[in-house]
């Protein structure tokens, strides 16, 4: 065995000692870090946060702006009696680099499950391969830019909400269309405007019609690391600029670099089950690409954890599909089999996106063999090869 | 009528999908599969399962204390899709050609045909020979075949209108297949209902 776990063995004994060394001292923040978020005026912090915004140096971290107070919250409405929640995910197979044929295959998954008085599910995929200029490159035109790693993500992300606006089109209401993961693709943000642009403009379009059909869309994060709220609270504390820590002279230096530690879901551990957060925008750098799909957050309790919740603005905007992505979410929160609580419709739709270790070889396999019978020949890299083989 | 899809088949016997969840055909009932060839496969039921579609997926507990039994399936419509029930059937003979053989096929029955359910008439016209208990008493699934075998009887006395006089010779058949192993033997009688069977009748029950 090359790894030496007799090596890590102690190391990890001292982590989880440092871990339990840590904790009431972990613990004693975040009772001051609630106390200061419930004490705090939004509209003071609102001003706060918009006079950082608008310094020369941008922000050094992701910040919640917060849309009506701080520490509020609201309890669960009920859902209607007939509704639907499309839960929705997708995976994909990448262009493997070390083949002569350039392709990648998308699988969309999605579980369209209506409760009420009559109750149905489609649990259904779309599978494809792209293998044309246009669906390998983001300007086909002068074949620029290779769709892969997170084009290739953003890619998924289109072609998912292109499916599900086909799905809708005929599809019962109230209908709420559930996400794995957020709405903001912020892994687009190291990327041109130009292919930014190029990505989001079909997203968009789905997205237009989604609001037009009057069917909300919501991305649900679990066990969310997000701390744009602590971030807030930390601009907050700011005396100086929030990207000079180590000329830090303020009192509340060491509150603040707990919370350079702190997750959103600790601090709002206050929130009871079924209750959710107010909104927050968020101030990612590509929501200024979304224009009126402008992505802003709640955190929800769940049950057994606080998740995050994200929304377009037009969804957010709208007491009444704010209202119903808030009961129907929870509602698919009290219909799952697991502790914690994980959407079902969720659940499903990962069931049917997923594609298996021996699905991408049969895959790889019908290539090889299709390209065969055209009289061409499959070519691998030689470290594939060996990587295979793994002679001895 | 279609009750099934076969989704394993060997020589002695096939597993088949029921169409309805948690609902597959009863115990010792006979089913059949239906060639191109007009070559009719009799089975009997052995077994009946309801497991999630995916092999790694174990069900689990989905009641509340105000949601239980038939409402967990409308609280929860996906279970439809992600669960299914499969059936186990031990061939026991075949009609080809006109004649009714009881003896396993030449062929196990193809991949992916629909099992039927059998209709009074047929069911008639297979059980008024008795050779296939011979192949019902080789296990084919987790149940004891002398369960199978006892279930058959049952079933083929409901379908064959109480009749009586089959009942008898059925376990005089039995009887003497089992004549070696009386534990066996009472094992499949008493399954049968010692109150129907004259033998057990006449000899004043198992007791």
């Known amino acids: 065995m090359p790894l030496k776990l007799g090596l890590i063995g102690p190391q990890v004994d001292d982590m989880a000692q440092t871990i339990a060394r840590l904790s009431p001292e972990h613990d004693r923040f975040l009772t001051e870090a609630q106390d200061l978020l419930r004490g705090l005026n939004a509209d003071a912090l609102r001003e706060k946060l918009r006079w950082q915004q608008n310094q020369q140096m941008r922000l050094p971290w992701l910040v919640a702006m917060p849309r009506g107070s701080l520490s509020g919250t609201v309890t669960s409405p009920a859902p209607p009696v007939d509704f639907s929640v499309v839960g929705c995910d997708a995976s994909s197979i990448p262009p493997d680099r070390h083949s002569s044929v350039r392709c990648y295959v998308l699988n969309v998954g999605y579980a369209f499950l209506t409760y009420g008085r009559r109750p149905s599910a489609v649990l259904e995929a779309q599978s494809q391969l792209c293998f044309r200029d246009q669906d390998l490159y983001v300007f086909p035109d002068r074949r620029d830019v290779p769709i892969e790693g997170a084009l290739l993500g953003a890619r998924m992300e289109v072609e998912t909400l292109r499916v599900l606006q086909g799905v809708m089109e005929n599809g019962a209401r109230p209908a709420l269309i559930l996400r794995d993961g957020p709405l903001i693709l912020w892994t687009l943000q190291s990327e041109s405007k130009e292919v930014q642009r190029a990505l989001l403009r079909d997203l968009f379009g789905s997205m237009d019609r989604l609001r037009e059909a009057g069917v909300p869309l919501a991305g649900y994060i679990s066990y969310t690391n997000s701390r744009d709220l602590a971030n807030s609270l930390r601009v907050w504390l700011c005396l100086t600029q929030p990207n000079k820590c180590e000329h830090c002279q303020s009192e509340k230096r060491d509150l603040c670099m707990a919370l350079a530690k702190m997750h959103d879901r600790e601090l709002l551990g206050f929130l009871t089950e079924g209750e959710r957060s107010e909104l927050f925008g968020s101030s990612s750098q590509i929501l200024e690409e979304y224009g009126d799909h402008r992505v802003e957050f709640f955190y929800l309790n769940v049950g057994g954890e606080i998740v995050r919740v994200e929304v377009p603005q037009w969804v957010g905007s709208d007491a009444t599909l704010l209202e119903f992505v808030h009961a129907a979410i929870n509602d698919q929160c009290r219909r799952s089999p697991c502790f914690p609580p994980y959407p079902p419709a969720l659940l499903e739709a990962h069931e049917q996106a997923v594609i298996t270790t021996v699905e991408r070889r049969l895959v790889e396999e019908i290539i090889d063999r299709a390209v065969g019978r055209q009289g061409q020949r499959l070519v691998r890299s030689a470290k594939d090869d060996s990587k295979r083989r793994r002679g001895v | ?207």
């Not at chain 2, 409901?158 to 009942?167: P, S």
Request: hydrophobic residues 40%; aromatic residues 8%.
């Open chain 2, 1 to 207: 009528m279609r009750i099934g899809e076969i989704i394993e088949t060997t020589s002695s016997g096939f597993v088949a999908e029921s169409f309805e969840l948690n609902r597959p055909p009863a115990l010792g009932s006979l089913v059949l599969v239906r060639l191109p060839d007009e070559t009719a496969l009799y089975g009997a039921v052995t077994y009946g399962q309801t497991a999630g579609v995916d092999p790694s997926r174990r069900a689990v507990r989905r009641s509340t204390d105000v949601v239980f039994d038939g409402a967990i399936y409308e609280q929860h419509p996906e279970l439809e899709h992600i669960l299914r029930t499969e059936f186990g059937v031990a061939l026991v003979g075949f009609v080809a050609a006109g004649r009714l053989r009881h003896h396993l096929p030449a062929r196990p029955p193809p991949l992916h045909f629909s099992v039927q359910g059998v209709s009074r008439e047929e069911v008639c016209y297979f059980t008024d020979g008795l050779l296939y208990f011979r192949l019902l008493l080789i296990p084919y699934g987790d149940v004891p075949p002398q369960q199978v075998l006892a279930a058959n009887v049952r079933w083929v006395y409901e379908q064959r209108g109480h009749d009586d006089i089959w009942l008898d010779t059925a376990a005089r058949e039995i009887a003497t297949l089992l004549k070696n192993d009386s534990a066996a033997l009472l094992t499949v009688l008493y399954a049968i209902d010692p109150g129907d069977v004259p033998m057990l009748r006449e000899q004043g029950g198992v007791a």
